[in-house]
């Protein structure tokens, strides 16, 4: 699978801005999806996902504020997030791990990654 996010951007704080991550030469239905973060000096971290049951997860500080979506017909993910503050700054990636009776295993396969500032 080939993953495609789109642009990302620069908003104020308690803004809002979606991401979608196109994906190609296989469907998303096909795999786990999730969205994953990275600061300059610090790991990447996971933000939310699609566990192999479709159930959306998310890490603690963005729940309530951000929405992980699944469109199969489209073949593409999308990341809601709303009211944003500056320690959502960061490069965002999408990512998928091939999915099968319900579990997810494998590695990872990323997109190339996409800048979203919060400005306070």
């Known amino acids: 699978v080939r993953l495609r996010e789109s642009r990302g951007g620069a908003v104020t704080s308690g803004g809002s801005l979606t991401l979608s991550c196109t994906a190609s030469e296989d469907s998303v239905d096909n795999f786990c999806m999730g969205w994953f973060r990275q600061i300059p000096g610090k790991e990447r971290e996971r933000v939310a996902s699609?566990?192999?049951?479709?159930?959306?997860l998310y890490r603690e500080s963005v729940k309530g504020r951000f929405t992980i979506s699944q469109d199969n017909a489209k073949n593409t993910l999308y990341f809601q997030m709303s009211r944003l503050v500056p320690e959502d700054t960061a490069m965002y990636y999408c990512?998928?791990?091939?999915?099968?009776?319900?579990?997810?295993?494998?590695?990872?396969?990323w997109g190339q990654g996409t800048q979203v500032t919060v400005s306070s």
């Open positions: 699609i566990d192999g049951d479709g159930r959306p």
């Open positions: 990512a998928a791990r091939p999915r099968s009776g319900g579990n997810c295993f494998g590695e990872y396969v």
